[in-house]
């Protein structure tokens, strides 16, 4: 009534008779309009500041706990004793008896202190095809000397289509690097799945006779914390910063049975992120000619999996189980924001810029 009493004065002035008679506007198009702003701003709210809240919440779903943590201490051969109870809100070790690493369950300075004993040569290898190399590569070799394999020997081999780009940066004592020319592929899927290929002929030659123990990064990141020998095992495998509390039948494995990297339902004990693995030579070996051959077979076939070299990585190890898992602290993306149980990440994630660094 208010309304059209404002109306009235405002536009009908000679004609405010017949306005007592109007009818009002209707109260429901009224409330229509205010829930519709509600919805806006809320939308609005959640795109800009909400959904990193709204991933937190799998923080909630449990990891399952650690049976080992009851019983005798696990001895790891670089860390000694770890301390899996050292952290119960997580889980810190595998149904194959292999410990998750988290912050708190080792001591570095035991891990050092081995690793010096067996006076172990440690390679790093990183592929940096295309605009990846100047994107990316300066930062990655410039923080892996802060924090990569302080105090041990360590041997970095570049992979690139352009040598000569390369930074040469000046290297603590006892650290070298090597580049490696490759053919750049075409498209960047064939090239993150040929380094299986390249890596395992890289194992079979200079790289293979220099490092004791291998770990294979993408190049589009960057360390930010101690990444040492108490990540070195035979075989070693990263949890997916984004999928580690996933339950297990919604991680995207490869699920076309005609793939060699395919996983049946029911398959799988974790996703495995392929930006970070390691190990022996010999266990590198057989899990880069897994992969190439995996690879190979369903590019026979006319397919590809779906993510690619990870497809196959996930594969290989649940067929052959890695002999320790580094937890997402070791490979972290700022992105998905903080979270109490990521202590101290390692290795973080830069800033996916596919449209900037992809043909
Ligand atoms: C994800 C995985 C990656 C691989 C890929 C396969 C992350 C952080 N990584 O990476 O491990 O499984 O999916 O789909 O989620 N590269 C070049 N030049 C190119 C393309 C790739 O040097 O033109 C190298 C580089 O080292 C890069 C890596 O291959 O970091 C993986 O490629 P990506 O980072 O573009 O793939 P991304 O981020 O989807």
Same mark, same amino acid.
């Given at each position: 009534m208010r309304v059209c009493r404002y109306?009235?004065?405002r536009k009908c002035k000679q004609k405010c008779k017949s306005c007592a008679a109007a009818p009002p506007v209707p109260r429901a198009w009224k409330r229509i309009f205010w829930w519709l702003i509600l919805l806006a701003v809320s939308f609005s709210g959640l795109l800009l500041y909400g959904l990193p809240a709204v991933r937190h919440l799998e923080t909630f779903l449990p990891m399952g706990t650690c049976p080992l943590a009851r019983m005798p201490p696990l001895r790891d051969n670089f860390t000694g004793l770890l301390h899996l109870w050292a952290r119960p809100e997580v889980l810190t070790c595998t149904s194959w008896g292999a410990p998750i690493?988290?912050?708190g369950t080792f001591d570095p300075d035991v891990a050092q202190q081995e690793a010096i004993q067996q006076n172990l040569t440690i390679g790093l290898t990183v592929f940096a095809v295309g605009r990846y190399l100047e994107k990316y590569l300066a930062r990655f070799l410039e923080t892996a000397e802060q924090h990569f394999m302080v105090g041990q020997r360590v041997v970095y081999y570049v992979f690139?289509? @352009?040598p000569a780009a390369v930074p040469r940066l000046p290297l603590g004592p006892g650290r070298r690097l090597r580049v490696e020319r490759v053919l750049r592929e075409r498209r960047w899927q064939d090239v993150?799945?040929? @380094?299986?290929r390249t890596l395992h002929a890289a194992l079979g030659g200079r790289l293979g006779r220099e490092a004791?123990?291998?770990f294979c990064m993408?190049?589009?990141? /960057?360390?930010?914390?101690?990444?040492?020998p108490e990540t070195l095992a035979d075989s070693v495998a990263q949890l997916h910063a984004w999928r580690y509390h996933w339950p297990r039948r919604l991680l995207? /494995?490869?699920s076309d049975p005609r793939s060699a990297a395919a996983l049946a339902p029911g398959e799988g004990d974790f996703y495995y992120h392929a930006a970070l693995f390691g190990g022996s030579v010999a266990a590198l070996r057989r899990l880069t000619a897994h992969?190439? @051959?995996g690879q190979q077979q369903d590019r026979a076939r006319g397919l590809e999996a779906r993510w690619h070299d990870e497809s196959h990585l996930n594969k290989y190890f649940w067929l052959h189980k890695p002999a320790k898992v580094l937890s997402p602290e070791f490979c972290w993306c700022p992105e998905i924001g903080r979270r109490a149980e990521i202590r101290r990440p390692r290795l973080l994630w830069a800033p996916k810029e596919y449209t900037l660094v992809r043909d």
């Amino acid at each position: 009534m208010r309304v059209c009493r404002y109306l009235c004065v405002r536009k009908c002035k000679q004609k405010c008779k017949s306005c007592a008679a109007a009818p009002p506007v209707p109260r429901a198009w009224k409330r229509i309009f205010w829930w519709l702003i509600l919805l806006a701003v809320s939308f609005s709210g959640l795109l800009l500041y909400g959904l990193p809240a709204v991933r937190h919440l799998e923080t909630f779903l449990p990891m399952g706990t650690c049976p080992l943590a009851r019983m005798p201490p696990l001895r790891d051969n670089f860390t000694g004793l770890l301390h899996l109870w050292a952290r119960p809100e997580v889980l810190t070790c595998t149904s194959w008896g292999a410990p998750i690493i988290w912050d708190g369950t080792f001591d570095p300075d035991v891990a050092q202190q081995e690793a010096i004993q067996q006076n172990l040569t440690i390679g790093l290898t990183v592929f940096a095809v295309g605009r990846y190399l100047e994107k990316y590569l300066a930062r990655f070799l410039e923080t892996a000397e802060q924090h990569f394999m302080v105090g041990q020997r360590v041997v970095y081999y570049v992979f690139t289509e @352009r040598p000569a780009a390369v930074p040469r940066l000046p290297l603590g004592p006892g650290r070298r690097l090597r580049v490696e020319r490759v053919l750049r592929e075409r498209r960047w899927q064939d090239v993150s799945m040929e @380094r299986m290929r390249t890596l395992h002929a890289a194992l079979g030659g200079r790289l293979g006779r220099e490092a004791h123990f291998v770990f294979c990064m993408d190049v589009d990141q /960057y360390f930010s914390g101690a990444f040492g020998p108490e990540t070195l095992a035979d075989s070693v495998a990263q949890l997916h910063a984004w999928r580690y509390h996933w339950p297990r039948r919604l991680l995207p /494995y490869e699920s076309d049975p005609r793939s060699a990297a395919a996983l049946a339902p029911g398959e799988g004990d974790f996703y495995y992120h392929a930006a970070l693995f390691g190990g022996s030579v010999a266990a590198l070996r057989r899990l880069t000619a897994h992969c190439a @051959r995996g690879q190979q077979q369903d590019r026979a076939r006319g397919l590809e999996a779906r993510w690619h070299d990870e497809s196959h990585l996930n594969k290989y190890f649940w067929l052959h189980k890695p002999a320790k898992v580094l937890s997402p602290e070791f490979c972290w993306c700022p992105e998905i924001g903080r979270r109490a149980e990521i202590r101290r990440p390692r290795l973080l994630w830069a800033p996916k810029e596919y449209t900037l660094v992809r043909d």
